[in-house]
């Protein structure tokens, strides 16, 4: 079973799904946090089938709404070793201008590998079921990660941000590199 197959039947919408290239609703706070919890709870549920499936330990995991086919702007970033972070209407307000360029995976090509460059840290603002605010900065691979998450929000995949010319690899091929699979991303 291909990779991609495997996180479909996992319920991960895959390439080519329209609501993979929409950008998502955001919620309407505090008057669906409700809908935010309960998609928050679908998120996790999902991402709790997905680590039984297999191994996310060495870069953590991500996972948006639209990616289980629900069109609202939320997502859950794991990343290793850390507790879950929990993005609604989440938005960018700060990039550092020093960038760096990793191979990334997602659920919803899960075939392939991409080298994608990406900021080292960012500044993110998000909600709160309840309506508040917080803005909170990320660095390194959390920031990776969740930049990514936030992409898939506004309907891009990490293909949307790759350097022309380049081509993602097929993930057998990735597995062999030495950023492979369950290895963490290092930063100096």
């Known amino acids: 079973m291909r990779p991609s197959e495997q996180m479909r039947d996992l319920g991960i919408v895959q390439y080519g799904a329209p609501i993979l290239a929409e950008p998502a609703r955001t919620f309407q706070l505090p ?32 996972l948006a709404a639209p990616q289980i086919g629900l069109n609202r702007a939320a997502a859950v970033v794991r990343p290793p070793g850390a507790d879950p972070i929990v993005l609604l209407n989440p938005r960018i307000t700060e990039t550092s201008q020093a960038t760096d360029e990793r191979y990334e995976g997602c659920l919803s090509l899960f075939d392939v590998r991409a080298l994608v460059p990406r900021p080292l840290q960012i500044t993110v603002e998000t909600a709160t079921p309840q309506g508040t605010t917080a803005t909170t900065a990320y660095e390194h691979g959390t920031a990776r990660l969740i930049a990514h998450e936030i992409d898939h929000l506004g309907g891009l995949l990490l293909l949307d941000r790759m350097r022309p010319g380049v081509r993602p690899i097929p993930v057998e091929q990735y597995r062999a590199s030495p950023e492979a699979t369950g290895r963490p991303w290092t930063y100096e």
């Open 31 to 62: 008057a669906e946090g409700a809908k935010a919890d309960a998609t928050v709870d679908q998120l996790v549920a999902v991402m709790e089938r997905l680590t039984a499936a297999h191994d996310f330990s060495g870069k953590g995991l991500g």
